[in-house]
């Protein structure tokens, strides 16, 4: 089964590829269309839009899910039902292709919402009570971005039909077309985990890597943008881009802050994936969907690269995820840490490889187009916050002294993962230039002043020094880190916003609830309806009963008593 | 059942079904007076078995009751010939002869007599009395009825239909409550329609002499006799069926008379009416489901220490299983 999907969808990336290739060179695009049903002023129609980006990124969709599949091949080979697992994460596959492929409400809504049904069933996979709470989470953040898109549905019936991206030129400062454009960015920014939404992203860690490799890095998160990238024409003059510039940015840092706080090695790849999202949706909210694509397309690359390494080291280390147990392991892992190092430099942006093209011309862009202040540093900030937690995550996990947890088990000749992760190494090391040369038909002119131009250099420099002083931890290091425990609280703990958007939602209605259970469900309810109406009815018949049980002369006289009555009353 | 009897009972059985062909067919009052005489006198003699004292007793109780009723009949036939051209008494008349019709019945509130009786009778009486008993009085109803004070009849036999049958545990007298609340909706249905009525009575007498034959079959007289251990399978399904047949639950075949019938209430705007007839079928059915619920669950109560040897009859009650069930579905295709 493995083998069979994995030959599937490399067969299909290959389709992709040449097709993308013929369409982008001679500028085409393809619109099929299929009318099912048109009644009154609706008109429900299937189309297909096949254009350069839908096949670029339908691509690079399918290269990671055949190589994640080829890798839980491996990764996996303990789990019985490993045919329901290839079967979810092909229906997933299925899902996005269908989301990205469709220039219609409808379509994008199926495949949204069954991207968010399958990764709830993803993220489930182990049925332990961490997954269940995970995925419970995953599932009901997910679930106000699908409602959001069926108000957008209902909405745009104004228009008369489900292709949005015919309505975009004519009906740009239409009041339902502001409606809907709130919501769609309501709904990407829950596919995506901006800030109200984003305690759900690092909770989904609990899900199998390979299924984090696929979902939570490269597609499910990347809906939200690309939904933004094709509905781009309309937004990018109203206020709430600029509200999703702020809650962006703002996404961004928290998350480069908090994850310089965290052990758990998923967890920290986890919250740089939504840094990384931080900015692609910020870039895009600034107005350049291009580069916003571009970062989309090389970060899926080596995210998708980096999860696989963890799970590789996870599968080492016998399943702890905690940094702090592991150490010196590119002594004698050297294959797998060639591959963590390579795409943790090129999350940092280190210059020409993959990372590097999309992230540096989007600071480029940020310094030389005029934006505020606060736009400005909290960008360099964060790209610092990402060198500072890569270098510190390569600290603990590679440089560090060999923790002795398992001495036995550093087994690097896997061939099957290893496989997979080289086809992922190659493309993040050449997806950069590659993808720069396809995209930008005419590269962006860009002319900074000297130290701005370096400032990206000054800002990885210190978060790299800075990573490495952090990562050396003493014995008295513990006593010191509690001097300032309300802040680093505060700051690990994503701001305390898993908390308000969990228990603090849920809290005053489960309150009330039960004073309602109580009450009314099992106590007035009971004596207007229930009990009390059966205990009428009984003595009603309890009451009958004692007519019914008389002499029989007595009946007869009723008889005759009822006709003397008429008598007397209807003759005389 | 001895031979000898049972032809004299043959007699009297061919008579009784004479009679009431005499009392319907007949063009004056007086034919259908003589109708109703022979029917007390043949059906005595069915119910009377002078070896048993509680049956003694209930042909007496029997007897008087329908006599007293048909003197009263006689009575009223001869005040409305002496009072011919006096059109101001026909409303008191008419509440007058339908009163000693509904007492022949046995429709509330003269129904005292009939859970009595009802319980002192066998199975196969019990079916004549439920159902042959009450043609020859109901078509006389036809007639020459009084709505309103029918229309009071009926509330008060589906209350008392509704309401008695709660706290009973004999199969009979259940039965027996069920029979007046079907009675209320006999009678509504005969002020729609004769061909209604007809219908209506046909499917009753159905429901009723597949169920009583069943219990005739497993000897059954009372509640604590159905929970038993080891019945088959297919006759505890069908039990259930029949049951929910007889309290009018959509898809088995009771359905189907109380739906047009309701259909009629709803389309003249008889709303009050219709809750009423609503809420007693509520508490009818409630009372067959708890009969027969307990051998349908998982956990219910086994008595022990009875041992029902059933005999391979399955054929006839698959057959009227099958019926319960298919009946309104298959008459759409035939009559629609």
């Known amino acids: 089964m493995c083998f069979n999907s994995f030959f599937f969808l490399f067969f299909f990336m290959l389709i992709n590829y040449f097709f993308f290739v013929y369409f982008i060179m001679n500028g085409l695009s393809v619109f099929f269309e299929w009318e099912i049903i048109s009644f009154n002023s609706m008109s429900i129609v299937m189309s297909i839009l096949l254009d350069w980006m839908s096949l670029l990124f339908m691509m690079f969709v399918s290269l990671i899910s055949s190589v994640v599949i080829f890798y839980s091949k491996s990764y996996m080979n303990s789990e019985l039902n490993l045919n329901r697992f290839i079967i979810l994460v092909l229906m997933f596959v299925f899902s996005m292709v269908l989301l ?96 109200p939404f984003s305690s759900w992203l690092p909770a989904a860690m609990a899900a199998p890597t390979p299924v984090s490799a696929l979902v939570h890095s490269s597609t499910l998160v990347t809906a939200g943008v690309y939904l933004l990238i094709r509905f781009n024409y309309l937004l990018i003059d109203m206020f709430f881009f600029k509200v999703l510039l702020f809650l962006s940015i703002l996404t961004m840092f928290m998350s480069g802050i908090s994850a310089n706080y965290e052990f758990d090695l998923k967890k920290i790849i986890a919250l740089s994936t939504l840094s990384q999202l931080g900015l692609m949706m910020s870039i895009l909210s600034l107005g350049f969907p291009d580069i916003a694509f571009f970062h989309l397309l090389t970060h899926a690359m080596f995210k998708a690269l980096l999860f696989m390494c963890a799970g590789v080291i996870i599968h080492m280390m016998n399943d702890i995820q905690d940094i702090r147990y592991m150490g010196g392991l590119s002594l004698y892992i050297p294959l797998t840490s060639l591959c963590l190092n390579i795409s943790n430099l090129s999350l940092c942006g280190i210059p020409f490889l993959s990372g590097f093209y999309s992230k540096d011309l989007i600071l480029e862009m940020v310094s030389f187009n005029s934006f505020n202040l606060m736009v400005f540093i909290l960008f360099y900030l964060s790209t610092g916050l990402t060198v500072f937690y890569t270098f510190r995550l390569i600290m603990y996990v590679m440089i560090n002294d060999f923790n002795l947890m398992m001495i036995y088990n550093l087994y690097d000749e896997d061939y099957i993962m290893l496989n997979s992760m080289f086809v992922l190494l190659f493309m993040s090391l050449l997806s950069g230039s590659f993808l720069s040369w396809f995209i930008f038909s005419y590269p962006y002119m860009i002319y900074l002043p000297f130290n701005l131009k370096l400032m990206v250099i000054y800002v990885s420099i210190l978060g790299s020094i800075l990573g490495f002083m952090v990562s050396n931890m003493g014995i008295y290091s513990l006593n010191k880190l509690l001097l300032s425990y309300n802040l680093s609280s505060f700051l690990c703990l994503m701001w305390f916003m898993p908390n308000l958007s969990t228990y603090g939602l849920s809290y005053i209605y489960l309150n009330f609830s039960q004073i309602l259970f109580k009450n009314i469900d099992m106590g007035w309810s009971e004596i207007y309806s229930g009990k009390g109406i059966f205990n009428i009815l009984k003595n009603y018949s309890v009451f009958y009963n004692i007519y019914q049980m008389n002499n029989f002369k007595i009946y007869l006289f009723s008889f005759i008593l009822w006709f003397m009555i008429l008598f007397i009353f209807f003759f005389i | 059942m001895l031979t000898n009897n049972n032809s004299n009972k043959m007699f009297f059985l061919f008579i009784l079904f004479f009679s009431t062909l005499i009392s319907i067919s007949s063009n004056s009052w007086f034919g259908c007076w003589i109708g109703l005489e022979i029917n007390l006198l043949s059906f005595i003699p069915l119910i009377s078995n002078s070896k048993n004292l509680l049956s003694v007793e209930t042909s007496l109780k029997y007897f008087l009751t329908q006599s007293l009723a048909s003197i009263n009949f006689l009575f009223m036939i001869l005040i409305k010939f002496s009072l011919l051209k006096n059109f101001n008494m026909n409303n008191i008349i008419s509440i007058m002869m339908n009163s000693s019709l509904l007492m022949k019945m046995g429709s509330a509130p003269f129904h005292f007599w009939f859970p009595n009786i009802v319980e002192g009778l066998s199975w196969m009486n019990n079916f004549m009395l439920m159902t042959w008993q009450k043609i020859s009085p109901m078509i006389l109803l036809s007639y020459y009825f009084n709505k309103n004070f029918l229309i009071f009849m009926i509330i008060m036999n589906l209350i008392i239909g509704s309401l008695g049958g709660l706290n009973q545990t004999s199969l009979r007298k259940l039965l027996a409550f069920s029979s007046i609340n079907n009675l209320g909706w006999m009678i509504f249905s005969i002020m729609i329609s004769e061909n209604l009525w007809l219908f209506y009575f046909l499917i009753y007498s159905m429901m009723i002499f597949m169920m009583i034959s069943l219990f005739f079959l497993m000897n059954m007289y009372f509640m604590n006799q159905l929970f038993i251990n080891n019945m088959n399978f297919f006759i505890k399904l069908n039990l259930l069926i029949n049951f929910l047949s007889l309290g009018g639950l959509p898809p088995f075949m009771g359905f189907m008379p109380k739906w047009i019938i309701i259909n009629f209430l709803l389309i003249n705007k008889f709303y009050f009416l219709t809750f009423i007839f609503m809420m007693t079928s509520l508490i009818i059915i409630y009372y067959y489901i708890r009969i027969i619920y307990s051998s349908f669950m998982f956990n219910y109560f086994k008595m022990k220490w009875v041992n029902l040897l059933m005999k391979n009859n399955m054929s006839l009650i698959n057959l009227s299983s099958f019926i319960s069930i298919s009946s309104m579905i298959l008459s759409t295709f035939i009559f629609m």
Do not use: E, H
């Open chain 1, 100 to 195: 990205i492929i469709s220039p219609n409400l409808i379509s994008i809504l199926l495949g949204w919402d069954g991207l968010g049904l399958i990764s709830y069933c993803l993220v489930i996979y182990y049925q332990n009570l961490k997954s269940y709470n995970a995925g419970m989470l995953t599932a009901l953040s997910n679930r106000i971005g699908d409602v959001m898109i069926l108000m957008v549905i209902c909405w745009v019936m104004n228009y008369g039909s489900w292709n949005y991206i015919f309505y975009f030129d004519f009906m740009k400062n239409d009041y339902v077309m502001f409606i809907i454009s709130f919501m769609i960015i309501i709904a990407a920014m829950t596919k995506s985990a901006q800030i």
